[in-house]
């Protein structure tokens, strides 16, 4: 893991309020395994005390190659004042970008279909887990599945309108684009018409906190396993300020568990948990 | 011709028995166990290196959110979750005896006892330079007692602790008290070695829309440059009150601020949540340190300790 000064190569305004920032690092782009992700430091360089403070997690959602060199790039929504900043970049500046972060996607078997179940700025990650499927020496078996709550929020799927093997289902909460409904409705739909999930299916998701719980138990109640990237407040992406935490499954009741462990450092041992090992239920309040 | 190469600065500092490389070290808390940060930061360029709190069972800490940002200032509520002595010692001290630095172990508790008992486990374990006892953690409160936040608490804990060891022992004080001089005057009849101050001060996040705290614990201390000014009253109140030296901290972000607590009294400083925003920061300020005193003409870093003019 570097934390190296990166030049912006491009930030693209999609619309809607979303964003694609290109960074030039080729060493990441390389290195970045699907579901890690960077510590951007959005108030680079503005004074000697940036405003905010902290730095601001994203996943790496693509390799980019560009005339400049090859880098990476991160799809986000301005949703405050970091990524507020965020938007301000320009081509040639230049920011501070720690990664590769946290523990990534498990890689699929080889014989398996993996099911990718993604909402609004959750989807990135699916990006970087797709194109890695894709380059496979075996021609991958997956399904696209995803969701945002309207038209307006289309720039989301970025990197899956292109055409995927196993196609790609989208649902929107207000039916304006796609069919109406969520991401997991339109699998649990598909699997229920297909008799139940497929020998070796696999899910890997990143969403909201709401559509992680439904993935969750769609998937624990048909014995498929399930991995989910977790979002959750970080202050420093390296397992030093213990702020980030989600609850471990049934930490209370576990006597094997130390009480040290109830609470998983979501930077380190995560983003990218088995949907068993984490309560959902419990912790911050995120939307 | 060649001007003559500027002749280094000295920039070794003395914590009572203790010698350090140069005066900067990482703070508890905001440095994880060692492996957190050495990815991206070189431990053995510091001058020492500071351990999460220990406590002698592991603790679990607080509900999330665990964090609030503030203007110039980071709120927390960790809750001082911890691995626990016995996994400390197993688990964490193999990396920290390679370290290359001094490592000092920040002790907490719940009871006098429980100080004791880290303290005691500790003092057998060659790979620790220094404790530092945390009895200002304003996170944790057990049947009302909180240590550091009067004399009588602050002195018992750090006589009993000192019974049972021969390691320097620092003592660092909450700044959520009226005197902090007549702590500090407290803490050093009890036989400390040092002061490490400050800790955080006590505060509150609001979410105005949702008429709810922010940090699940309603309540959390306030780190970073937002606390500098206090800190700096505190280190040199401190300073004119005690003869045992001081580590100073407190929303330390560049080499001029850590300079500003040497000269306020300070032998040695601790930088905290600088390290989230900029995880080398504390080997820029060293940096920035050692540049400043050739600048000045300084020999000696430890030559500008406590030189306020006041
Ligand atoms: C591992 C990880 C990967 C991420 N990847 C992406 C990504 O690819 N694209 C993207 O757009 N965003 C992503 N995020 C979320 C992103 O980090 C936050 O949106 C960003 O930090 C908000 O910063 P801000 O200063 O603009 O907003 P703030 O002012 O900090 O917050 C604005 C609002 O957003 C909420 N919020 C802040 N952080 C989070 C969070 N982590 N989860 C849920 N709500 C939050 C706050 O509570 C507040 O209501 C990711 C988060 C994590 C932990
Ligand atoms: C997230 C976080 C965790 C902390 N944990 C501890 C701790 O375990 N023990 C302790 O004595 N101080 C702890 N502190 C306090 C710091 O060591 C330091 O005293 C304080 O943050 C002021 O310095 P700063 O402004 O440079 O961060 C913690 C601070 C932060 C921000
Ligand atoms: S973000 Fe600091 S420990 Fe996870």
Redesign the pocket.
């Known amino acids: 893991m570097r934390d190296p000064l990166v030049e912006v190569l491009y930030n693209r305004d999609l619309g809607g309020g979303?964003f694609a920032l290109g960074l030039l690092d080729p060493v990441l782009s390389r290195e970045a395994r699907p579901g890690q992700?960077v510590m951007i430091e959005?108030a680079s360089g503005r004074r000697v005390v940036p405003e905010?403070l902290l730095r601001?997690?994203?996943?790496v959602?693509r390799s980019v190659e560009t005339p400049r060199g090859a880098g990476y790039q991160?799809?986000?929504?301005?949703?405050?004042?970091?990524?507020?900043?965020?938007s301000r970049l320009r081509e040639g500046d230049q920011v501070h970008a720690l990664g590769p972060?946290?523990r990534p996607f498990t890689p699929a078997d080889p014989g398996g279909v993996s099911f990718l179940v993604g909402g609004g700025?959750?989807i990135?990650?699916l990006v970087a887990l797709a194109d890695t499927l894709d380059r496979g020496p075996v021609p991958p078996r997956y399904e696209v599945f995803l969701g945002v709550r309207s038209a307006a929020d289309a720039p989301c799927f970025d990197g899956f309108v292109e055409a995927r093997a196993g196609g790609v289902h989208i649902r929107t909460d207000d039916g304006s684009l796609g069919q109406r409904g969520t991401a997991v409705q339109a699998l649990v739909e598909r699997w229920d018409r297909d008799g139940g999930p497929p020998a070796g299916a696999r899910v890997y998701s990143c969403g909201?906190?709401g559509m992680l719980r439904a993935v969750a138990r769609a998937c624990e109640g048909r014995g498929v396993p399930c991995e989910i990237?977790?979002?959750?407040?970080?202050g420093c992406g390296l397992g030093a300020c213990m702020g980030?935490v989600i609850r471990a499954r049934d930490a209370g009741t576990r006597p094997d568990l130390s009480p040290y462990d109830r609470w998983l450092l979501?930077?380190v041992r995560?983003?990218v948990f088995d949907s068993r090992d984490v309560d959902l239920d419990a912790g911050?309040p995120?939307? | 011709m060649h001007p003559s190469p500027p002749s280094p600065v000295d920039l070794t500092v003395r914590i009572g028995p203790l010698t350090l490389a140069n005066p900067v070290m990482l703070a508890s808390g905001t440095a994880g166990y060692g492996p957190e940060l050495s990815g991206v930061l070189d431990l053995s360029s510091l001058g020492g290196f500071v351990t999460k709190g220990i406590a002698r069972e592991p603790w679990e800490g607080n509900s999330p959110p665990r964090l609030a940002?503030t203007h110039a200032g980071l709120l927390n509520a960790i809750g001082l979750q911890n691995v626990g002595l016995d996994r400390f010692l197993a688990e964490k001290v193999p990396f920290l005896r390679e370290l290359g630095t001094r490592v000092v172990v920040n002790v907490i508790g719940r009871t006098i006892e429980e100080y004791v008992e880290v303290s005691r486990a500790l003092d057998s374990c060659d790979a620790v330079d220094a404790l530092e006892l945390n009895v200002s953690c304003p996170n944790i409160k057990h049947g009302g007692i909180q240590f550091g936040t009067g004399p009588e608490g602050a002195s018992r804990v750090t006589a009993a602790v000192r019974a049972a060891t021969r390691k320097p022992l620092w003592v660092k004080l909450s700044p959520n008290v009226g005197d902090i001089a007549e702590v500090a005057r407290a803490v050093e009849g009890a036989g400390a070695d040092g002061l490490s101050l400050i800790n955080t001060l006590l505060g509150m996040a609001v979410d105005l829309d949702r008429r709810r705290p922010i940090l699940a614990n309603v309540h959390g201390g306030l780190s970073g440059p937002a606390i500098k000014p206090v800190a700096l009253r505190m280190v040199w109140q401190c300073f004119r009150a005690v003869g045992i030296p001081i580590v100073g901290m407190g929303g330390i972000w560049t080499a001029r601020d850590a300079l500003e607590f040497m000269v306020c009294g300070a032998r040695a400083v601790q930088v905290g949540t600088a390290s989230f925003a900029n995880p080398r920061a504390a080997a820029e300020v060293l940096d920035g340190m050692g540049q400043w005193c050739r600048d000045q003409g300084i020999p000696r870093i430890a030559d500008i300790v406590g030189t306020l003019e006041a």
């Open positions: 979303y992700f959005v905010p601001r997690p994203f996943s959602q991160v799809l986000y929504r301005v949703v405050g004042a970091g990524t507020t900043l965020m972060l946290g700025v959750g990135p990650p909201p906190m990237s977790v979002e959750t407040l970080m980030c979501a930077c995560g983003p911050p995120h939307p | 940002e």
